[in-house]
C-alpha cells in the first residue's frame, strides 16, 4: 500500500479524516510516510521479525509464524528501530496496556536513520526537525491503539488498521 493510503487509514485510526491533512490526519500523513520510507527501505521486516521474536521471548511465548515484519508491516521494524536506540522502556509502554511514556523530537531524530527521517521530511513537507517532532507527537498513541492486546500485530499493517476502527 502506498504511503499516502496508509497515511489515510492511520488518520482515520487517530481521528482524523480521511484527507491525511491538518490534525490527526496530518498525524496519519507523516506516520504513513515513516512506515512507507522504512518498508522501501527494506529495513522495517528483518528486523520486524527480531522485534516480534524479541517481545515473544520477553512475554515467555513463542514468536508467531509471520512475524510482525512480514505481511506488509513494518511496525515491529520501527519498534526494533526504536528499541536498540534506547528507547526500548518507551516502546514497551505503548504496546504494553499501561499509559504511554512520550518521546522526544531529538530522540526520534537520534533513533531513524537520517535517510529514512530526510525521506519523510520531503514526502511531507517540513523540515526534518518537524517530522521528528511530529513523529514523536503521535507514534505513541498510533502504536498504542495498534496494539490493543499487547502485541504487535503480525497480519499486514493495513489490516490492523482497519480492524482497530471497526
Request: aromatic share 0%; no cysteine; proline share 4%.
Amino acid at each position: 500500500m502506498a504511503g499516502n493510503d496508509l497515511g489515510s487509514l492511520l488518520g482515520g485510526l487517530l481521528g482524523g479524516g480521511q484527507s491525511g491533512q491538518g490534525g490527526s490526519g496530518g498525524a496519519g500523513k507523516i506516520l504513513g510516510a515513516l512506515l512507507g520510507a522504512l518498508s522501501s527501505g527494506g529495513q522495517a521486516g528483518q528486523a520486524g521479525q527480531a522485534a516480534q521474536a524479541g517481545q515473544a521471548a520477553q512475554a515467555g511465548q513463542a514468536a508467531p509464524s509471520g512475524a510482525a515484519g512480514g505481511g506488509g508491516n513494518p511496525l515491529g521494524g520501527l519498534l526494533d528501530l526504536l528499541q536498540k536506540s534506547g528507547l526500548a522502556d518507551q516502546a514497551r509502554s505503548w504496546i504494553g496496556t499501561g499509559s504511554n511514556q512520550p518521546v522526544s523530537g531529538a530522540q526520534v531524530k537520534d533513533a531513524l536513520p537520517d535517510d529514512t527521517l530526510r525521506k519523510v521530511a520531503d514526502e511531507t513537507g517540513v523540515s526534518t526537525d518537524q517530522a521528528a517532532d511530529r513523529i514523536a507527537e503521535s507514534l505513541p498513541q498510533a502504536v498504542d491503539k495498534l496494539t490493543p492486546e499487547g502485541q504487535v500485530p503480525s497480519g499486514s499493517l493495513e489490516d490492523a488498521i482497519r480492524t482497530q476502527r471497526l
